[in-house]
Protein backbone atom coordinates (compact mmCIF):
# COMPACT_ATOMS: atom_id res chain seq x y z
CA UNK A 1 0.00 0.00 0.00
CA UNK A 2 1.53 3.61 -0.76
CA UNK A 3 0.76 5.05 2.71
CA UNK A 4 2.51 1.91 4.13
CA UNK A 5 5.53 2.96 2.05
CA UNK A 6 5.37 6.29 2.52
CA UNK A 7 5.71 5.57 6.50
CA UNK A 8 8.35 3.06 6.00
CA UNK A 9 10.30 5.67 4.08
CA UNK A 10 9.73 8.13 6.79
CA UNK A 11 10.91 6.47 9.00
CA UNK A 12 13.60 5.21 7.93
CA UNK A 13 14.95 8.93 6.85
CA UNK A 14 14.65 9.33 10.72
CA UNK A 15 16.93 6.94 11.52
CA UNK A 16 19.15 7.32 8.33
CA UNK A 17 19.84 11.03 9.94
CA UNK A 18 20.85 9.46 13.75
CA UNK A 19 22.63 6.76 11.91
CA UNK A 20 24.62 9.33 10.04
CA UNK A 21 25.39 11.82 13.14
CA UNK A 22 27.35 9.02 14.23
CA UNK A 23 25.84 9.20 17.88
CA UNK A 24 23.08 7.06 19.87
CA UNK A 25 19.62 7.67 19.39
CA UNK A 26 18.42 10.32 21.34
CA UNK A 27 16.43 9.49 24.53
CA UNK A 28 14.15 12.16 23.92
CA UNK A 29 11.53 11.59 21.20
CA UNK A 30 10.56 14.03 18.13
CA UNK A 31 8.15 15.66 19.51
CA UNK A 32 4.92 16.89 17.00
CA UNK A 33 1.98 18.43 18.56
CA UNK A 34 -1.54 17.96 17.27
CA UNK A 35 -4.74 20.19 18.61
CA UNK A 36 -8.34 19.18 18.06
CA UNK A 37 -11.74 20.04 19.76
CA UNK A 38 -14.69 17.20 20.07
CA UNK A 39 -16.05 15.51 22.33
CA UNK A 40 -15.85 12.36 24.30
CA UNK A 41 -16.00 9.95 21.52
CA UNK A 42 -13.64 11.69 19.34
CA UNK A 43 -11.11 12.13 21.62
CA UNK A 44 -10.60 8.11 22.56
CA UNK A 45 -10.67 7.61 18.69
CA UNK A 46 -7.93 10.21 18.11
CA UNK A 47 -5.68 9.28 20.76
CA UNK A 48 -5.97 5.20 19.62
CA UNK A 49 -5.21 6.63 15.72
CA UNK A 50 -2.67 8.71 17.14
CA UNK A 51 -1.23 6.12 19.26
CA UNK A 52 -0.70 3.60 15.66
CA UNK A 53 1.14 6.59 13.81
CA UNK A 54 3.46 6.50 16.75
CA UNK A 55 3.57 3.07 16.32
CA UNK A 56 4.48 3.12 12.56
CA UNK A 57 7.25 6.06 13.44
CA UNK A 58 9.33 4.98 16.36
CA UNK A 59 11.38 8.27 18.24
CA UNK A 60 8.26 10.25 17.24
CA UNK A 61 5.69 11.20 20.20
CA UNK A 62 2.48 13.36 19.35
CA UNK A 63 1.40 15.60 21.94
CA UNK A 64 -2.13 15.92 21.79
CA UNK A 65 -3.40 19.28 22.89
CA UNK A 66 -7.66 18.53 22.87
CA UNK A 67 -10.59 20.23 24.43
CA UNK A 68 -14.08 20.72 24.20
CA UNK A 69 -14.84 23.74 21.21
CA UNK A 70 -15.75 26.49 23.44
CA UNK A 71 -12.43 28.55 23.71
CA UNK A 72 -10.91 26.64 21.11
CA UNK A 73 -10.96 28.96 18.53
CA UNK A 74 -9.64 31.33 21.20
CA UNK A 75 -6.72 29.61 21.98
CA UNK A 76 -5.62 28.97 18.50
CA UNK A 77 -5.97 32.64 17.93
CA UNK A 78 -3.10 33.13 20.83
CA UNK A 79 -1.28 30.77 19.65
CA UNK A 80 -1.05 31.83 15.93
CA UNK A 81 -0.62 35.25 16.70
CA UNK A 82 2.24 34.61 19.13
CA UNK A 83 3.93 32.16 16.35
CA UNK A 84 3.71 29.26 19.38
CA UNK A 85 0.76 27.52 17.14
CA UNK A 86 0.85 22.94 17.22
CA UNK A 87 2.10 21.83 14.21
CA UNK A 88 -0.86 20.28 13.27
CA UNK A 89 -4.28 21.45 14.18
CA UNK A 90 -7.87 20.76 13.43
CA UNK A 91 -9.61 24.11 12.08
CA UNK A 92 -13.32 25.41 10.59
CA UNK A 93 -13.14 26.07 7.12
CA UNK A 94 -14.42 29.49 7.53
CA UNK A 95 -11.10 30.35 9.93
CA UNK A 96 -9.00 29.99 6.68
CA UNK A 97 -10.60 33.52 5.71
CA UNK A 98 -9.55 34.79 9.26
CA UNK A 99 -6.20 33.47 9.88
CA UNK A 100 -4.46 33.31 5.94
CA UNK A 101 -6.50 36.10 3.85
CA UNK A 102 -3.39 35.36 1.57
CA UNK A 103 -2.90 32.07 1.55
CA UNK A 104 0.32 32.52 3.81
CA UNK A 105 -1.17 32.10 7.21
CA UNK A 106 -0.38 27.95 6.86
CA UNK A 107 1.78 25.65 5.56
CA UNK A 108 1.43 24.83 1.70
CA UNK A 109 0.48 21.55 2.07
CA UNK A 110 1.27 21.35 -1.72
CA UNK A 111 4.92 21.22 -0.58
CA UNK A 112 4.35 17.92 1.16
CA UNK A 113 1.77 16.02 -1.80
CA UNK A 114 3.86 13.05 -1.82
CA UNK A 115 2.67 12.38 2.07
CA UNK A 116 -0.83 13.14 1.88
CA UNK A 117 -2.07 11.25 -0.71
CA UNK A 118 -3.91 14.04 -3.20
CA UNK A 119 -4.86 11.66 -5.09
CA UNK A 120 -8.00 10.29 -3.19
CA UNK A 121 -9.74 13.14 -2.81
CA UNK A 122 -11.76 14.91 -5.15
CA UNK A 123 -10.79 18.26 -7.27
CA UNK A 124 -13.38 19.97 -5.51
CA UNK A 125 -12.54 18.75 -2.14
CA UNK A 126 -8.83 19.94 -2.84
CA UNK A 127 -10.31 22.93 -3.99
CA UNK A 128 -11.89 24.08 -0.27
CA UNK A 129 -8.30 24.33 1.31
CA UNK A 130 -6.83 26.11 -1.65
CA UNK A 131 -6.12 30.45 -0.48
CA UNK A 132 -4.07 32.26 -3.25
CA UNK A 133 -3.33 29.25 -4.90
CA UNK A 134 -1.50 27.64 -2.56
CA UNK A 135 -2.96 24.29 -0.56
CA UNK A 136 -3.87 25.61 3.35
CA UNK A 137 -5.96 22.72 4.69
CA UNK A 138 -7.04 19.25 3.60
CA UNK A 139 -10.94 18.44 4.57
CA UNK A 140 -10.90 15.76 6.81
CA UNK A 141 -15.19 15.25 5.21
CA UNK A 142 -17.87 17.06 3.86
CA UNK A 143 -21.29 18.00 5.51
CA UNK A 144 -24.34 19.53 4.14
CA UNK A 145 -27.63 20.14 6.18
CA UNK A 146 -30.98 17.78 5.49
CA UNK A 147 -34.23 17.83 6.44
CA UNK A 148 -34.95 14.23 8.90
CA UNK A 149 -38.41 13.59 9.91
CA UNK A 150 -39.75 11.30 12.43
CA UNK A 151 -41.94 9.02 10.46
CA UNK A 152 -43.99 8.15 13.51
CA UNK A 153 -45.20 11.36 14.29
CA UNK A 154 -46.18 12.35 10.93
CA UNK A 155 -48.60 9.01 10.59
CA UNK A 156 -49.94 10.37 14.05
CA UNK A 157 -50.73 13.53 12.65
CA UNK A 158 -52.14 11.76 9.19
CA UNK A 159 -49.39 13.30 6.99
CA UNK A 160 -47.17 12.15 4.35
CA UNK A 161 -43.35 13.57 4.70
CA UNK A 162 -43.25 16.89 3.14
CA UNK A 163 -41.67 16.76 -0.50
CA UNK A 164 -42.29 20.99 -1.20
CA UNK A 165 -41.59 24.28 0.46
CA UNK A 166 -45.99 24.41 -0.05
CA UNK A 167 -46.56 20.64 1.87
CA UNK A 168 -43.82 21.98 4.44
CA UNK A 169 -46.19 25.16 5.32
CA UNK A 170 -49.27 23.29 4.98
CA UNK A 171 -47.94 20.90 7.66
CA UNK A 172 -47.89 23.35 10.95
CA UNK A 173 -51.92 23.55 10.87
CA UNK A 174 -52.54 19.99 10.31
CA UNK A 175 -49.73 19.37 13.59
CA UNK A 176 -51.73 21.60 15.49
CA UNK A 177 -55.18 20.22 14.95
CA UNK A 178 -54.28 17.08 14.95
CA UNK A 179 -51.57 16.99 17.75
CA UNK A 180 -51.86 19.83 19.89
CA UNK A 181 -50.32 23.45 19.89
CA UNK A 182 -47.41 21.83 21.77
CA UNK A 183 -46.34 19.92 18.60
CA UNK A 184 -44.44 21.38 15.40
CA UNK A 185 -43.12 19.71 12.24
CA UNK A 186 -40.01 20.99 12.45
CA UNK A 187 -37.34 21.95 15.41
CA UNK A 188 -34.15 24.02 15.30
CA UNK A 189 -32.04 26.67 16.70
CA UNK A 190 -32.18 30.01 15.49
CA UNK A 191 -29.55 29.31 13.18
CA UNK A 192 -31.01 26.64 11.66
CA UNK A 193 -34.24 28.40 10.72
CA UNK A 194 -31.76 31.23 9.20
CA UNK A 195 -29.86 28.80 7.02
CA UNK A 196 -33.99 26.91 6.13
CA UNK A 197 -35.21 30.57 5.26
CA UNK A 198 -31.97 31.33 3.07
CA UNK A 199 -32.40 28.15 1.30
CA UNK A 200 -35.40 29.26 0.12
CA UNK A 201 -34.36 32.88 -1.28
CA UNK A 202 -30.96 31.44 -2.59
CA UNK A 203 -33.59 29.25 -4.97
CA UNK A 204 -35.90 31.79 -5.72
CA UNK A 205 -33.27 34.65 -6.31
CA UNK A 206 -30.19 32.90 -7.12
CA UNK A 207 -28.02 34.77 -4.46
CA UNK A 208 -26.90 33.80 -0.69
CA UNK A 209 -26.62 36.51 1.55
CA UNK A 210 -22.73 36.76 1.10
CA UNK A 211 -21.25 37.10 -1.92
CA UNK A 212 -18.98 34.37 -2.02
CA UNK A 213 -16.06 35.81 -4.44
CA UNK A 214 -16.02 39.53 -2.46
CA UNK A 215 -16.92 40.94 1.09
CA UNK A 216 -20.57 41.98 0.20
CA UNK A 217 -23.70 41.57 0.81
CA UNK A 218 -25.13 39.62 -2.44
CA UNK A 219 -28.82 39.71 -1.70
CA UNK A 220 -31.00 42.65 -2.68
CA UNK A 221 -33.24 44.25 -0.76
CA UNK A 222 -36.46 42.13 -2.02
CA UNK A 223 -34.49 39.18 -1.35
CA UNK A 224 -33.39 40.27 1.84
CA UNK A 225 -36.77 41.08 3.04
CA UNK A 226 -38.07 37.68 2.09
CA UNK A 227 -35.31 36.00 3.74
CA UNK A 228 -36.89 37.45 7.08
CA UNK A 229 -40.23 36.75 5.77
CA UNK A 230 -40.03 33.00 4.98
CA UNK A 231 -38.34 33.05 8.29
CA UNK A 232 -41.24 34.85 9.73
CA UNK A 233 -43.48 32.16 7.52
CA UNK A 234 -41.77 28.97 9.25
CA UNK A 235 -42.79 30.21 12.84
CA UNK A 236 -46.12 31.95 12.23
CA UNK A 237 -47.51 28.76 9.97
CA UNK A 238 -46.63 26.73 13.34
CA UNK A 239 -44.05 24.75 11.44
CA UNK A 240 -41.06 25.64 13.20
CA UNK A 241 -40.73 25.89 16.84
CA UNK A 242 -40.88 29.74 18.06
CA UNK A 243 -37.65 31.19 19.68
CA UNK A 244 -39.40 32.43 22.52
CA UNK A 245 -40.25 28.82 23.58
CA UNK A 246 -36.93 27.15 23.07
CA UNK A 247 -35.27 29.75 25.46
CA UNK A 248 -37.86 28.71 28.08
CA UNK A 249 -37.14 25.06 27.81
CA UNK A 250 -33.67 25.15 29.42
CA UNK A 251 -32.00 27.63 26.53
CA UNK A 252 -32.96 28.97 23.26
CA UNK A 253 -29.31 26.57 21.86
CA UNK A 254 -30.15 23.61 23.52
CA UNK A 255 -29.90 20.61 21.26
CA UNK A 256 -32.83 18.72 19.92
CA UNK A 257 -32.03 15.73 20.87
CA UNK A 258 -32.19 17.26 24.30
CA UNK A 259 -35.46 18.49 24.08
CA UNK A 260 -38.49 15.90 25.97
CA UNK A 261 -40.87 17.56 23.00
CA UNK A 262 -38.32 15.73 20.54
CA UNK A 263 -37.89 12.55 22.36
CA UNK A 264 -41.63 11.76 22.44
CA UNK A 265 -42.66 12.81 19.32
CA UNK A 266 -44.03 15.71 19.43
CA UNK A 267 -41.40 18.08 17.69
CA UNK A 268 -41.48 15.53 14.16
CA UNK A 269 -38.49 17.13 12.35
CA UNK A 270 -35.06 18.83 12.37
CA UNK A 271 -33.37 20.79 9.73
CA UNK A 272 -29.07 19.49 10.52
CA UNK A 273 -25.75 18.71 9.30
CA UNK A 274 -25.98 15.27 8.07
CA UNK A 275 -23.16 14.71 10.78
CA UNK A 276 -25.48 14.91 13.78
CA UNK A 277 -28.00 12.54 12.28
CA UNK A 278 -27.19 9.59 15.15
CA UNK A 279 -27.20 12.02 17.60
CA UNK A 280 -30.95 13.14 16.61
CA UNK A 281 -31.96 9.18 16.43
CA UNK A 282 -30.39 8.64 19.91
CA UNK A 283 -32.51 9.91 21.96
CA UNK A 284 -35.64 8.11 20.28
CA UNK A 285 -37.50 5.04 20.92
CA UNK A 286 -37.51 2.04 18.89
CA UNK A 287 -40.82 3.28 17.57
CA UNK A 288 -39.37 6.77 16.07
CA UNK A 289 -37.49 6.46 13.06
CA UNK A 290 -36.05 8.99 11.14
CA UNK A 291 -36.09 9.50 7.19
CA UNK A 292 -34.35 11.60 5.46
CA UNK A 293 -37.06 13.93 3.82
CA UNK A 294 -36.36 15.72 0.14
CA UNK A 295 -35.15 18.87 -0.01
CA UNK A 296 -37.55 21.15 -0.81
CA UNK A 297 -37.09 23.44 -4.63
CA UNK A 298 -38.90 25.80 -6.30
CA UNK A 299 -39.86 25.23 -9.91
CA UNK A 300 -36.66 26.23 -12.01
CA UNK A 301 -34.08 26.60 -9.17
CA UNK A 302 -31.06 26.24 -10.48
CA UNK A 303 -29.53 26.00 -7.04
CA UNK A 304 -30.31 23.50 -4.49
CA UNK A 305 -30.11 26.25 -1.81
CA UNK A 306 -28.57 23.17 0.24
CA UNK A 307 -25.95 24.56 2.51
CA UNK A 308 -22.92 22.48 2.69
CA UNK A 309 -19.31 23.09 3.49
CA UNK A 310 -16.35 21.11 4.59
CA UNK A 311 -17.25 19.78 8.35
CA UNK A 312 -13.48 19.94 9.37
CA UNK A 313 -10.32 20.23 7.84
CA UNK A 314 -6.55 19.66 8.91
CA UNK A 315 -3.88 22.13 8.32
CA UNK A 316 -0.25 22.87 9.46
CA UNK A 317 1.05 25.49 11.24
CA UNK A 318 3.10 27.98 9.28
CA UNK A 319 5.88 28.03 12.15
CA UNK A 320 6.29 23.99 11.82
CA UNK A 321 9.70 22.83 12.55
CA UNK A 322 8.70 19.59 11.08
CA UNK A 323 6.51 20.19 8.39
CA UNK A 324 6.87 16.98 6.36
CA UNK A 325 6.71 14.90 10.05
CA UNK A 326 3.38 17.22 10.47
CA UNK A 327 2.61 16.30 6.67
CA UNK A 328 3.20 12.38 7.07
CA UNK A 329 0.30 12.35 10.32
CA UNK A 330 -2.00 14.49 8.12
CA UNK A 331 -1.77 12.00 5.74
CA UNK A 332 -2.42 9.46 7.95
CA UNK A 333 -5.23 10.92 9.62
CA UNK A 334 -7.26 11.72 6.07
CA UNK A 335 -6.19 8.58 3.60
CA UNK A 336 -4.83 5.33 5.71
CA UNK A 337 -7.65 3.06 5.63
CA UNK A 338 -6.29 1.74 9.19
CA UNK A 339 -6.22 5.28 10.79
CA UNK A 340 -10.32 5.38 9.12
CA UNK A 341 -11.49 2.25 11.49
CA UNK A 342 -9.58 3.49 14.34
CA UNK A 343 -11.39 7.17 14.29
CA UNK A 344 -15.01 5.89 12.42
CA UNK A 345 -17.51 8.36 12.08
CA UNK A 346 -16.29 10.62 13.97
CA UNK A 347 -15.44 13.33 12.19
CA UNK A 348 -17.86 12.40 9.32
CA UNK A 349 -18.07 10.41 6.42
CA UNK A 350 -14.17 10.82 5.50
CA UNK A 351 -13.85 12.72 2.21
CA UNK A 352 -10.33 10.22 1.03
CA UNK A 353 -12.01 7.34 -1.20
CA UNK A 354 -10.15 4.32 0.86
CA UNK A 355 -11.15 5.81 3.85
CA UNK A 356 -14.72 5.90 2.81
CA UNK A 357 -13.88 2.33 0.82
CA UNK A 358 -12.83 0.82 4.42
CA UNK A 359 -15.41 2.15 6.28
CA UNK A 360 -18.37 1.19 4.02
CA UNK A 361 -16.41 -2.91 3.60
CA UNK A 362 -16.48 -2.63 7.49
CA UNK A 363 -20.36 -1.50 8.22
CA UNK A 364 -19.49 1.16 9.73
CA UNK A 365 -21.25 3.76 8.15
CA UNK A 366 -25.25 3.43 8.79
CA UNK A 367 -27.61 3.05 6.44
CA UNK A 368 -29.30 6.69 6.96
CA UNK A 369 -26.11 8.34 6.90
CA UNK A 370 -25.17 7.15 3.96
CA UNK A 371 -28.33 7.90 2.13
CA UNK A 372 -27.78 11.47 3.26
CA UNK A 373 -24.21 11.45 2.44
CA UNK A 374 -25.68 10.05 -1.18
CA UNK A 375 -28.69 13.21 -1.06
CA UNK A 376 -25.65 15.43 -0.48
CA UNK A 377 -22.98 14.24 -3.74
CA UNK A 378 -25.71 13.83 -5.56
CA UNK A 379 -26.53 17.99 -5.61
CA UNK A 380 -22.66 18.41 -5.55
CA UNK A 381 -22.26 16.51 -8.32
CA UNK A 382 -24.77 18.40 -10.05
CA UNK A 383 -23.04 21.55 -9.34
CA UNK A 384 -26.11 22.65 -7.42
CA UNK A 385 -24.42 23.68 -4.12
CA UNK A 386 -22.40 26.43 -3.58
CA UNK A 387 -19.41 26.36 -1.66
CA UNK A 388 -20.66 29.40 0.77
CA UNK A 389 -18.57 32.16 1.42
CA UNK A 390 -16.50 32.17 4.54
CA UNK A 391 -16.98 35.57 5.95
CA UNK A 392 -20.55 33.93 6.24
CA UNK A 393 -19.46 32.10 9.11
CA UNK A 394 -17.28 34.57 10.63
CA UNK A 395 -18.16 35.28 14.42
CA UNK A 396 -19.25 38.63 14.18
CA UNK A 397 -20.99 37.95 10.64
CA UNK A 398 -23.21 35.41 12.70
CA UNK A 399 -23.44 37.45 15.87
CA UNK A 400 -24.93 39.99 13.50
CA UNK A 401 -27.58 37.59 11.67
CA UNK A 402 -28.25 36.58 14.96
CA UNK A 403 -29.35 39.95 16.66
CA UNK A 404 -31.22 41.03 13.61
CA UNK A 405 -32.98 37.77 13.37
CA UNK A 406 -33.76 37.18 17.27
CA UNK A 407 -35.52 41.08 17.09
CA UNK A 408 -37.49 39.50 14.77
CA UNK A 409 -38.33 36.11 16.56
CA UNK A 410 -39.55 38.55 19.68
CA UNK A 411 -41.52 41.02 16.71
CA UNK A 412 -39.80 43.66 18.20
CA UNK A 413 -38.98 44.69 14.44
CA UNK A 414 -40.33 44.55 10.80
CA UNK A 415 -39.24 42.16 8.04
CA UNK A 416 -38.69 45.46 6.01
CA UNK A 417 -36.75 47.16 8.73
CA UNK A 418 -34.57 43.93 9.24
CA UNK A 419 -33.81 43.41 6.06
CA UNK A 420 -32.19 47.13 5.88
CA UNK A 421 -30.32 46.03 9.02
CA UNK A 422 -28.93 42.74 6.91
CA UNK A 423 -28.14 44.99 3.65
CA UNK A 424 -26.36 48.36 5.25
CA UNK A 425 -25.05 46.44 8.56
CA UNK A 426 -24.09 43.61 6.98
CA UNK A 427 -22.04 45.69 3.97
CA UNK A 428 -20.43 47.92 6.72
CA UNK A 429 -19.58 44.64 8.65
CA UNK A 430 -17.95 42.87 5.98
CA UNK A 431 -16.15 46.32 4.98
CA UNK A 432 -14.61 46.43 8.00
CA UNK A 433 -13.31 42.61 8.04
CA UNK A 434 -12.08 41.71 4.99
Not at 11 to 17: C, E, K, V
Not at 279 to 297: E, H, N, S, V, Y
Not at 368 to 387: F, N, P, S, V, Y
Request: charged share 20%; hydrophobic share 45%.
Amino acid sequence: MLITRRRLTLAGGWSALAASSGLRAAPEPTVLRFAWWGGAGRHAATLKAVAAFERHHPGVKVKCEYMGFSGYLERLTTQIAGRSEPDVMQINWAWLAMFSKRGNGFTDLSEHRSLLSLDQFSAGDLATGMVAGKLNAMPVSYTARVLLWNQAAFARAGLALPDSWESLFASGPVFKRALGDSAYPLDGELYDMILLAQAYVHQKYGTPFIDPNEPRVAMSADAAREWVEVYRRLVDSHVATPLPLRASLGGADKPTEQQQDWVQGRWAGNYTWDSAIMLRQATLDAQQKLAIGAFPTLPNARNSGMFGRPSLMLAIGRNSRKPELAASLVGYLLADPEAAMLLGRTRGVPAAREPLRALMAGGALPALEMQAHQLIKTQRDAGRIDLPAPLFEHARVHKLMREIFETVAYNKTTPAAAAQRLIVEGNALLRRIK
